[in-house]
């Protein structure tokens, strides 16, 4: 059972989402707040597997709570699912480099929701297509590449993967322009994540462009 918490200043798109969610039988909502704080008190009462995460509440905003839910090794479980009525890129960026693990619009079609929260559960970053390509650009654009810490130990086909990763690549589509298999390029990431210190794919993202592995246009 996939368990959620919903985080939202509004009461009725916390209702919306809980109805939608609580419909599935794999998928279970366990709590809901109104601003940040008590989005991070309920991540420590509960322990869910996702949190969908508004930005904008009152008191602490959705971005400090997932960088709090982020930082607590108690939570190294716990993945958010960032959403928001606004496309803007610098909060995709804030958002992925404060450990979130995935970034919705709130007008998304209600099975990519159900989708994206089983995707996020399972460990695997999400984006809304449109957004990821602008996300690219917009770390192009602020990250100095400096090597996060376990760069060092990466073997290079390990960092040909996270560039691969970075660049938005999934497992498969890896495995095919390195001529390997799925499940050998799976192993790559996940060893790759483990060194790097990675809670999720969607922190590949993060690393790849602050270690200079990846720049939007390189793989044209």
Same mark, same amino acid.
């Given at each position: 059972?996939? !368990? *959620?918490?919903? #985080?939202?200043? %509004?009461?009725?798109? !916390?209702?919306?989402?809980?109805?939608? @969610?609580?419909?599935?039988?794999?998928?279970? *909502?366990?709590?809901?707040?109104?601003?940040?704080?008590?989005? $991070?008190?309920?991540?420590? %009462?509960?322990?869910?597997?996702?949190?969908?995460?508004?930005?904008?509440?009152?008191?602490?905003?959705? @971005?400090?709570?997932?960088?709090?839910?982020?930082?607590?090794?108690?939570?190294?479980? /716990?993945?958010? /699912? $960032?959403?928001?009525?606004?496309?803007?890129?610098?909060? +995709?960026?804030?958002?992925?480099?404060?450990? #979130?693990?995935?970034?919705?619009?709130?007008?998304?079609?209600?099975?990519? @929701?159900?989708?994206? +929260?089983?995707?996020?559960?399972?460990?695997?970053?999400? @984006?809304?297509?449109?957004?990821? !390509?602008? *996300?690219?650009? %917009?770390?192009?654009?602020? *990250? %100095?590449?400096?090597?996060?810490?376990?760069?060092?130990?990466?073997?290079?086909?390990?960092?040909? +993967?996270?560039?691969? #990763?970075?660049?938005?690549?999934?497992?498969?589509?890896?495995?095919?322009?390195?001529?390997?298999?799925?499940?050998?390029?799976?192993?790559?990431?996940?060893?790759?994540?483990?060194?790097?210190?990675? !809670?999720?794919?969607?922190?590949?993202?993060?690393? #790849?462009?602050?270690?200079?592995?990846?720049?939007?246009?390189?793989?044209?």
């Amino acid at each position: 059972m996939i !368990r *959620v918490v919903i #985080a939202d200043d %509004q009461a009725l798109v !916390r209702a919306g989402f809980r109805a939608l @969610l609580d419909s599935e039988p794999d998928i279970e *909502v366990v709590g809901e707040a109104g601003d940040g704080a008590q989005a $991070v008190r309920l991540a420590r %009462q509960t322990r869910p597997d996702v949190v969908l995460m508004d930005i904008r509440m009152p008191g602490m905003d959705g @971005l400090a709570a997932t960088r709090e839910i982020a930082k607590d090794a108690a939570l190294a479980g /716990v993945h958010v /699912v $960032v959403l928001t009525t606004f496309e803007l890129d610098e909060y +995709v960026a804030e958002a992925l480099r404060g450990g #979130a693990a995935g970034f919705l619009v709130k007008n998304t079609e209600p099975d990519e @929701l159900i989708r994206g +929260v089983r995707v996020v559960a399972a460990g695997d970053g999400l @984006l809304s297509p449109s957004v990821t !390509r602008r *996300v690219i650009e %917009q770390f192009a654009r602020t *990250v %100095q590449p400096a090597p996060p810490l376990g760069l060092a130990d990466l073997t290079e086909r390990e960092r040909e +993967v996270v560039a691969l #990763a970075g660049a938005g690549l999934s497992n498969d589509e890896i495995a095919a322009r390195l001529v390997v298999s799925p499940a050998t390029a799976k192993t790559h990431v996940s060893r790759a994540m483990i060194k790097l210190g990675a !809670r999720d794919r969607a922190q590949l993202v993060v690393f #790849a462009y602050e270690a200079g592995l990846v720049r939007p246009g390189w793989m044209s």
